[in-house]
């Protein structure tokens, strides 16, 4: 395993980018400097979705006094992962708490003691149907999309939920560069974004509208911008509601396992075949377009699989120039929906031995 250093971060601050003639003015510049330099080097971060708020069971109660030091990977593996993600479900209300019970001031705090501790910063958001009340699976209709689009029935509605949202990212302050990644695994039709709720151009419309707010109106530059269609898919689908290259910085994919009543083996290399042939075309994608790429979300729920790192997810990554993985939450109250695993968990040496792999990164 290799991690960050501090230096690693000063170095950044005064480095060129790859051009070598101009200097990485923005903390954007330097996130997306630092993330290529990892692919350069043939890294690749490991992330975990909420990491520091709870594990598989625990929770932080007393936000404001908590220091943020527990987290299950580094009670398994002594290292805080690299990545860490967070989901603003919830905050387009102006809610306390997002879906899953995090409070936004907790969250605000640990993505900004992450990003102090030399970690990377992502945001995904599941926001709630604005057309019907529902939320962000509730896929009855296929009009949402369009009336949320400018001169859409509740196109105002919509303005205000981004101001939510971009209000919680500005909070973090001016240096805090982090990876937005809405609009997630569109060209499924599980959300009422995919791609049987509205038509491409629609998506592409409402992630152009979404970016526009966010960097013109609110002149929020520091973020990168992720898109992160579920996979596998032929490439030619992957790009068929690609919002263009302005809109994007990260080329991400959402891949899991799933265990069939084929069994764990078939599963493992069935995961395997999926991330690697979908790798394989981003990397011609992300090489053409010039982008980082990155397995924005995976993992096998519940991990069966006492191998999955070493023999599953390692082998389908390595050798791949993909910046990061990120693993989904260990929920700390729904039975069985974890993730990574934590102390005392069967399957933990194999995580520390992914872990402890020379190219994989923690902080
Ligand atoms: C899903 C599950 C849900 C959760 C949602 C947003 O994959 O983990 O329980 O509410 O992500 O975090």
């Not at 708020?53 to 030091?69: A, F, M, N």
Request: aromatic share 14%; glycine share 8%.
């Amino acid at each position: 395993m290799k991690y960050f250093c501090i230096a690693f971060m000063a170095i950044a601050l005064v480095s060129c980018n790859s051009s070598g003639k101009k200097p990485l003015e923005t903390p954007k510049d330097r996130l997306v400097h630092r993330l290529f330099q990892h692919v350069t080097n043939e890294e690749i971060l490991y992330g975990h979705q909420d990491d520091l708020v709870y594990g598989h069971d625990w929770q932080v109660t007393d936000w404001e006094e908590d220091p943020l030091e527990r987290s299950d990977v580094k009670d398994v593996s002594g290292h805080y992962p690299a990545v860490v993600g967070f989901d603003l479900g919830g905050i387009e209300l102006g809610q306390d708490k997002n879906l899953d019970g995090v409070p936004f001031d907790l969250m605000r705090k640990a993505a900004l003691t992450h990003l102090e501790r030399g970690g990377v910063v992502t945001f995904s958001w599941h926001p709630r149907n604005p057309l019907t009340g529902g939320d962000a699976w509730d896929i009855s209709s296929n009009q949402v999309v369009r009336s949320i689009l400018k001169g859409g029935e509740k196109d105002a509605e919509f303005l205000l939920w981004m101001e939510h949202a971009a209000d919680f990212i500005e909070s973090l302050g001016p240096d805090a560069a982090v990876i937005f990644r809405p609009w997630h695994e569109n060209l499924g039709s599980w959300f009422w974004w995919g791609a049987g709720l509205c038509t491409a151009e629609e998506y592409r419309e409402l992630y152009r509208h979404t970016w526009l707010y966010f960097t013109k109106e609110r002149g929020l530059t520091n973020i990168l911008w992720c898109y992160s269609p579920n996979g596998p898919i032929e490439p030619e689908e992957y790009m068929s509601r690609y919002p263009g290259d302005e809109f994007v910085d990260i080329l991400g994919t959402d891949i899991y396992e799933f265990v069939g009543p084929d069994g764990l083996e078939e599963a493992r290399v069935r995961f395997n075949t999926q991330v690697k042939s979908m790798l394989t075309a981003l990397n011609v994608i992300a090489t053409d377009h010039h982008k980082l790429m990155c397995l924005s979300e995976t993992g096998l729920e519940s991990l069966p699989d006492l191998k999955w790192w070493t023999e599953g997810l390692y082998p389908a990554i390595q050798g791949y120039p993909v910046a990061y993985v990120l693993t989904w939450r260990n929920a700390h109250d729904k039975p069985g929906h974890f993730y990574a695993p934590w102390k005392g968990f069967e399957g933990a040496a194999d995580f520390k031995a992914f872990c402890d792999k020379e190219d994989i990164v923690l902080l």
